[in-house]
């Protein structure tokens, strides 16, 4: 049971070592190296049947379509709006843009590969974030240090989500249902909190530690690296992340090979409101204020990043890169539209379209492998 | 151009159909003639290509080669509505019924009855009302919701379908795999009344008897060809059939009982245990080393028993030790940890996670014990698998693809691999041969010996009486929930079960 909690992700560790970042790209496309002698029949096979290795990696072509995707609206920025899209500070932009929604979209994958769904964590984002900035925690804060307001958002974050994980796993509550519930009423406990009104920030050290750049990218961007990298560990590399595919690809063949599917439920909606919690401290980073509408629809957002990205929404394969890629996509467009002053209505349809493509295409290509 | 019909043309003709999947060929060159009015058996191991077969026939896949021909046309089948308009209906092995829907609704699923877009409900009720009283089970109300009834009638459903076509065709898949004998029976009555009429039947199914029972003729296949036809279903001797399907001569034997050390300990100690409503005061006792089987007919409670001990389903009364140490009752976690096993009846929807690749699901309840705080050790888990792969025979070998590409018997080898890595002092295995070949039966009861030799305490749950007689050690027999009898293997044969079965249903 501890080992979970060990190898859950390191809760607010900004400015971690710059090395891991470069690492999960290239290995969440191949799984783990088999013994040598026996990687040549491996891949024969592989080869052989058509069918993938592992039900998290998998396809290759899937992250590699993705990578064109974001290459080709790329090429459309840098041909419209030329330099003022291909710098440094606007790749920048872009990155802080899809760094709140990139958390809550991992803490989302782990939910989704389960099976499951959570519509709360958009809501829960806003709950925390209120619940931090409130004068009784900012006191505390004075007193003891920044790291009280980060502590706050986590634990009000992770609770929600055990709420959430116990209405669904021992509570036998549809997930849709228990987490629109959770979307419904966490929003409304903001409100509450704050009485519709925006609490600033005023602790200078949490203002200090949180805002600004780290090595000339901003610390939000850092910390959506760490929480990716750690998730992609989570899912690719523990029992915890096989437990995840296992309970999502078939909860009763799970459950009678004696995996506790009630408790790891809950652990994932837990989990999902941890990032949840995290993406509410990196929105106080960024915007210095707390407010009951913080973080509003973006669960639709992050639902969006993890279905493009190749997690499958019934559960059994879930994709940490794709997520990441398919949040990256999502961030670059907007501020393709954003440089080139179009309409935000025609971003929105243009997002809608990309969800339908994507979806369409996978679904060409899981139907041409199940045949096999 | 006039002809005139020869009393014995072909209803249905495949010629040389070949059917090329990317890297594999799962039919080779496959002929078949039904001819009408017949009862024509397709045999063959799982993987020899039948289902694939059936496939190219209801339309669900296009042969790369070959042909087929209905009254001596040729025909192109390319989706399965094509296939019904020429009269060709399968029933498939996998229950293919929509539980939400009423008995009618599935009925005629995909040709409902309508008017403009409105149903015409009760014509369908009264419809569906006539077939089920021609198939004797006028107690299968058409507007029941499918969902609420037990498996065998479902099957019902499923052939009730295949007749609302007015087919000239019926492929039965395994038929009789969720049926009990009476319920056989009946269906053999269908079928006689079917083949009067000039329907062609293409019956597939593992169990001689059938075969013997309302055969014409056979047709075996293997390795994706046809390997002998035109075999008369009476008189073929079956060591010359399994010759053909196998390739080699196999004789379909248990393997030798061993005496049971004097001082075995008691693995297994179940007192008293019920469930409400499905059955009650069971108790046995098992000891390392010995096989006890239940048998009993479909919804006797057998499989209930096999998932209430494991603790998958949370006993109401008594209790379950194993080694002298008392399980939680509804606990399958600490089940599993007390080293009980279970093999489930429904391998694909209770066993196996289909998409992932063999070793994952070999060690699925032991991927924690390879792993290192929480790390896992792929290497060391597929290094395992394969051992146990290549010591059990698994075919094709290569633990890295994903099992759903294995055969039924191959999966269950998988499933009992699971329980040998996992070291299991208590194995329970329901309906271990369903769905398996006549050769890997075999091989699969050699090895639930082997595990029993090996100090494991083995239940075992079948509808095949002989099975569970030749099998064992001990057996239990189960009716409508009870034991009513508890005794030697060798003491009692598969007419005395019977008796006892009925005796206890009567009472």
Not at chain 1, 166 to 178: E, H, N, Q
Not at chain 2, 468 to 483: A, Q, Y
Request: glycine share 12%; proline share 4%.
């Amino acid at each position: 049971m501890s080992e979970h909690q060990l190898s859950a992700p390191p809760p607010g560790t900004p400015g971690a070592p710059a090395g891991p970042t470069s690492a999960p790209g290239s290995a969440g496309a191949t799984p783990v190296p088999p013994a040598a002698d026996e990687s040549a029949r491996v891949e024969r096979v592989a080869r052989g049947t058509g069918s993938r290795r592992g039900g998290a990696g998998g396809g290759s072509a899937r992250i590699l379509g993705l990578v064109v995707a974001l290459a080709a609206i790329c090429v459309v920025g840098y041909v419209t709006a030329g330099s003022r899209f291909a710098s440094i500070d606007n790749m920048l932009v872009i990155l802080s843009l899809a760094s709140i929604i990139g958390v809550l979209s991992i803490g989302m994958t782990f939910v989704i590969t389960a099976g499951g769904i959570d519509l709360s964590v958009g809501s829960v984002l806003g709950l925390a974030s209120v619940w931090a900035t409130t004068v009784a925690t900012q006191t505390m804060a004075d007193q003891y240090g920044w790291i009280v307001m980060v502590l706050c958002a986590l634990a009000v974050g992770t609770a929600a989500g055990v709420v959430n994980g116990v209405l669904i796993a021992y509570g036998r509550v549809v997930a849709f249902i228990a987490t629109l519930a959770m979307l419904v009423a966490a929003r409304g406990l903001a409100e509450l909190i704050a009485q519709r009104r925006t609490q600033l920030v005023n602790v200078q050290s949490f203002q200090d530690t949180l805002r600004g750049d780290l090595l000339g990218v901003p610390k939000i961007v850092w910390i959506f690296a760490v929480v990716a990298v750690a998730g992609w560990f989570l899912l690719n590399r523990t029992t915890f992340g096989r437990r995840t595919v296992a309970v999502g690809g078939n909860p009763e063949a799970a459950r009678l090979a004696g995996i506790a599917v009630k408790r790891h439920t809950m652990y994932l909606y837990a989990l999902a409101g941890l990032a949840a919690g995290i993406a509410a401290v990196m929105m106080l980073g960024r915007t210095g204020a707390g407010s009951s509408t913080n973080g509003l629809l973006y669960e639709l957002d992050a639902i969006a990043a993890v279905v493009v990205g190749g997690t499958l929404l019934s559960g059994g394969r879930g994709t940490i890169v794709g997520t990441v890629l398919g949040v990256l996509i999502f961030a670059t467009l907007t501020n393709l539209f954003v440089q080139n002053n179009l309409d935000s209505s025609v971003q929105q349809i243009a997002k809608g379209a990309i969800i339908v493509v994507a979806v369409l295409l996978q679904q060409r290509f899981t139907s041409r492998t199940a045949r096999t | 151009m006039v002809t005139v019909d020869p009393p014995n043309r072909p209803l249905l003709q495949m010629r040389g159909i070949v059917k090329q999947f990317p890297g594999a060929r799962a039919l080779d060159g496959v002929d078949l003639d039904v001819l009408p009015g017949e009862v024509h058996c397709l045999l063959g191991q799982n993987g020899a290509g039948k289902s694939t077969l059936i496939k190219v026939l209801a339309g669900a896949h296009q042969p790369t080669e070959g042909q087929v021909l209905v009254d001596g046309e040729p025909v192109t089948i390319t989706n399965p509505v094509a296939a019904l308009k020429l009269g060709v209906a399968t029933m498939y092995q996998e229950l293919d019924v929509v539980g939400g829907l009423t008995v009618a609704e599935n009925v005629y699923l995909g040709h409902e009855l309508a008017t403009g877009g409105v149903s015409r409900r009760r014509e369908a009720h009264r419809r569906t009302k006539e077939i089920m009283a021609r198939l004797g089970h006028p107690e299968i109300a058409p507007g029941r919701e499918v969902g609420s009834l037990p498996a065998a009638a479902q099957q019902i459903v499923s052939m009730a379908r295949a007749l609302s076509h007015d087919a000239r065709v019926i492929v039965m898949d395994e038929p009789s795999a969720v049926l009990d004998s009476d319920e056989v029976e009946n269906l053999f009555r269908v079928v006689h009344q079917l083949t009067a009429a000039g329907v062609a039947i293409v019956y597939i199914s593992h169990r001689m008897e059938e075969i013997r029972a309302i055969g014409d003729r056979i047709t075996v296949l293997k390795d994706g060809r046809t390997v002998a036809r035109d075999l008369p279903a009476r008189d073929t001797p079956t060591s010359e059939l399994i010759r053909l399907m196998t390739g080699r001569n196999v004789e379909y034997v248990f393997p030798p009982s061993t005496e049971l050390a004097a001082d075995a300990p008691v693995v297994l100690d179940v007192q008293g245990l019920a469930l409400r409503g499905e059955f009650q005061d069971v108790s046995l006792r098992v000891r390392a080393g010995e096989i006890v089987g239940l048998a009993g007919l479909v919804g006797s409670g057998r499989s209930e028993i096999l998932e209430t001990i494991y603790g998958a389903r949370r006993a109401s009364a008594g209790t379950v030790e194993v080694a002298g140490k008392r399980l939680r009752a509804g606990d399958v976690t600490a089940a599993v940890r007390a080293g009980i096993g279970l093999a489930p009846e429904e391998r694909k929807a209770q066993g196996l996670l289909l998409d992932e690749p063999v070793y994952r699901n070999i060690t699925l309840s032991t991927f924690g014990r390879f792993a290192k705080g929480g790390l896992l050790d792929e290497r060391s888990e597929r290094r395992t698998a394969q051992e146990q792969a290549e010591a059990l025979d698994l075919r094709p070998t290569g633990v890295d693809r994903a099992i759903r590409t294995l055969s039924g018997g191959n999966q269950q080898k998988a499933m009992l691999a699971r329980w040998l890595v996992h070291g299991c002092r208590v194995l329970l295995l329901d309906e271990p041969t369903r769905g398996v070949d006549v050769g890997a039966r075999a091989e699969i009861y050699a090895l639930v010996r082997r595990l029993a030799d090996e100090g494991a305490a083995v239940v075992v749950v079948s509808s095949e009486i002989p099975e569970v007689l030749g099998l064992s050690d001990r057996v239990l027999v189960v009716s409508e929930g009870r034991v009513v009898h508890e005794g030697p293997a060798t003491a009692i044969d598969e007419h005395a079960v019977l008796d006892l079965v009925m005796e206890g249903s009567a009472a």
